[in-house]
């Protein structure tokens, strides 16, 4: 019985998961008009949830786990082989673009997203204030030695995690903000 209700979890999420399969499909159907890389991903994400719809079935009809293994295992490599060649390819790709940006003119081109840096500091900032978040909430949820929260052991993690929010909105805002006259961002 363990086996059968697997299948059919595996089945439901193999079915939910239209949201990338789809996309992925589209894109091979576009062919060259889509760049090497992302046909690769494409082909990477269709192979990985292709693997998940036979080891649905396989769950279904095969009497052991060889089969299912074996076939978790295949598809694991052979969709982890074609998202590192996509992620080659995309670098390669890049590569060409910023060789071609530059036989044009002195500088990468911009977009008016600012800094692709930004991003990431953002991303990590938001990060740490989640943890910070995390690490209060389960302060506050442990019991305390008097009975009650311990409110005072709470703020400080939640007026860091808010100190480091503000970081990142204010960090967020400056790299949108275009430079001043006189002063050339360096890329980077």
């Known amino acids: 019985m363990a086996q059968a209700v697997l299948a059919v979890g595996t089945a439901l999420v193999t079915a939910s998961g239209c949201v990338w ?3 992925a499909l589209v894109d091979l159907r576009a062919g ?3 760049p090497d890389s992302r046909r690769l991903a494409a082909a990477a994400c269709l192979t990985g949830w292709g693997t998940a719809g036979l080891v649905a079935v396989l769950l279904f009809v095969a009497g052991t786990g060889w089969p299912v293994a074996g076939t978790v295992a295949a598809g694991a ?3 982890a082989g074609l998202r590192v060649r996509a992620l080659v390819r995309r670098r390669d790709e890049r590569r060409e673009v910023a060789r071609q940006w530059a036989a044009l003119s002195p500088g990468p081109p911009r977009h008016g997203r600012g800094d692709d840096s930004a991003r990431y500091v953002f991303a990590a900032l938001l990060g740490s204030a989640l943890a910070v978040a995390a690490v209060a909430a ?6 305390a030695t008097g009975g009650g929260i311990d409110w005072l052991v709470t703020a400080a993690p939640v007026a860091v995690a808010g100190l480091i929010l503000v970081l990142a909105a204010t960090h967020a805002r400056a790299a949108r903000r275009p430079p001043a006259a006189g002063r050339t ?3 980077g």
């Open 21 to 23: 399969y789809v996309p």
């Open 32 to 34: 060259a008009d889509r």
């Open 138 to 143: 389960a302060v506050a949820v442990r019991p």
């Open 185 to 187: 961002r360096r890329p």
């Open 77 to 79: 490599v052979a969709t």
